[in-house]
């Protein structure tokens, strides 16, 4: 099992350019998140997706937009890249059912730098 | 506003000594309290997690005390190694879909 994977490792963009960060995992989660981590704020969720077919916003959604593509994935998008959203990016999932609160696992991290 | 409040941000401590790490929160609708371990280059990971039903939880060198009344809660790290060197969140959230509130964090360092 891989757990939850994260494309790419690392990237740098120019401002306005834009770019999708992606996430998959294969432990049949229903729920999947997207925090943003800067030092000295924690980790700050941007986008949930409860189950396939469903996204929310989380603390910190503007400038982003989300696809819950299946199960399976779910991917981060930044249309206009700012300098602001220089962070390292984390795609987590869990298992979410009845009264349950479900461990989040969380994926390596995309080091995203926009000059 | 940050929802869970966390403090100290970096702690330096002896090996064999005792880490302790506070974490504070308002929303009394919060009902589970995990913290999360994360070592450089690597995503967070559980490390022990509490429901407000008890005032204490061990596992192993690590334990979470939690005060309701005081909405107060920490993490304790008996027996601290240098393996232990990692940054430690506290995070809280209530309901069914793992809205997690993490606190800003704190990077341990333990000196061998």
Redesign the interface.
């Known amino acids: 099992n891989a757990g939850v994977t994260q494309t790419p490792k690392f990237q740098v963009l120019k401002t306005g350019q834009s770019m999708t960060l992606q996430c998959a995992q294969d432990m049949n989660h229903n729920s999947m998140y997207w925090y943003r981590q800067d030092p000295g704020m924690g980790l700050r969720l941007i986008y949930y997706s409860a189950s396939e077919g469903t996204t929310d916003k989380g603390e910190v959604p503007n400038g982003y937009n989300v696809s819950r593509l299946n199960k399976r994935e779910f991917s981060l998008r930044l249309e206009s890249a700012a300098p602001s959203q220089t962070s390292v990016y984390f795609c987590a999932s869990s298992e979410v059912g009845g009264l349950a609160i479900g461990e989040q696992f969380f994926g390596p991290g995309t080091r995203l730098t926009v000059l | 506003q ?1 929802q ?1 409040k ?1 403090s100290p ?1 970096s702690l330096i401590v002896q090996k064999g000594g005792i880490s302790i790490i506070n974490c504070a929160y308002e929303n009394t609708a919060f009902d ?1 309290f ?1 913290w999360y371990q994360q070592f450089p ?6 490390l022990i ?1 509490i429901r407000p039903d008890v005032s204490e939880k061990k596992e192993g060198r690590f334990t979470i005390s939690f005060n309701k009344s005081a909405k107060q809660f920490s993490l304790h790290i008996m027996d601290s190694q240098p393996g232990d060197s990692a940054t430690y ?1 506290c995070a809280a ?1 209530f309901g ?10 704190t990077k341990l360092n333990v000196k061998p």
């Not at chain 2, 280059?41 to 559980?46: H, S, T, V, Y």
């Open positions: 940050q869970v966390q941000q589970y995990p280059g690597k995503g967070p990971a559980l997690a969140f959230t069914r879909f793992n809205k997690f509130y993490f606190g800003s964090g």
